[in-house]
């Protein structure tokens, strides 16, 4: 933990899971509070030491004032269940995955009626915010409590983020289309590698562009954007019967 010298305030946040993601967070909130995470991954040591945070165990990171919810959609379930026993009176617990619903309803009904709850989804990453992560976006859906109105301040204020104050149905129906359709196509485009390099337009250099943001996400974040995500099939459905079509329409040749 930070020594004597250290100006911030005394105020300690839990970080459940320090993968790319953790430690992206980390590293844009450590000016402002004191930092510890718990994650069984080996080797963390020394990147923990890069952010100062506390590498602790479960029990410890779960107990404090502010716990922060950084591990994969699916396995939500299984860390609320880990957490719960040990969430502080008067905390507030908030996740970072990029579905909703689903994440929403699994914290409200296993963590304890004394922790307020906010769901949120940054809707960055650790590619797309290198440069920094002022002007991004993040949605904020308040779940139970009003803390969330001061989550939200800090985000504007200090980290300077773009907030979006939304519910997690709206947010959901809205990122079905925009993850949803981002990541199929990248995926798609991937497997059409090698694509080519030189010839090249503004706008393909664009489109490859944001194929690169997140051709390295985990496995587990298409899977939560295309299969958790109780709109994706849906929205996925359209875009094929419409690529389908407008495909028949030019095999048929001009009428």
Do not use: W
Not at 188 to 212: C, G, H, I, W, Y
């Amino acid at each position: 933990m930070p020594n004597g010298s250290d100006t911030r305030p005394s105020s300690i946040i839990g970080i459940i899971g320090f993968g790319a993601f953790g430690q992206l967070i980390a590293r844009h909130i450590r000016p402002y509070f004191r930092l510890c995470a718990y994650d069984p991954a080996p080797g963390l040591q020394p990147i923990a030491e890069c952010h100062d945070v506390a590498l602790t165990s479960l029990e410890m990171a779960a107990s404090c004032p502010v716990v922060v919810l950084a591990t994969p959609v699916g396995r939500l379930q299984e860390i609320v269940d880990a957490v719960a026993p040990h969430i502080q009176p008067g905390s507030l617990v908030l996740d970072v995955g990029s579905v909703k619903l689903g994440p929403a309803d699994i914290m409200k009904r296993g963590l304890p009626a004394h922790a307020e709850i906010v769901a949120t989804h940054p809707l960055f990453g650790p590619q797309s915010a290198r440069g920094g992560i002022a002007g991004l976006k993040i949605a904020v859906c308040p779940i139970r409590g009003r803390r969330c109105f001061r989550l939200a301040a800090f985000l504007r204020h200090q980290l300077r983020l773009n907030v979006i104050m939304t519910t997690p149905e709206d947010h959901d129906r809205e990122a079905a289309t925009v993850q949803g359709l981002t990541h199929l196509i990248a995926k798609v485009l991937v497997q059409m590698e090698p694509l080519p390099t030189r010839m090249t337009t503004k706008s393909f250099d664009l489109l490859l562009e944001a194929v690169n943001m997140v051709r390295h996400d985990a496995p587990e974040v298409f899977e939560a954007i295309e299969s958790a995500n109780p709109y994706s099939s849906s929205v996925r459905r359209r875009f094929f019967e419409l690529a389908s079509a407008l495909n028949a329409e030019l095999a048929d040749g001009p009428v």
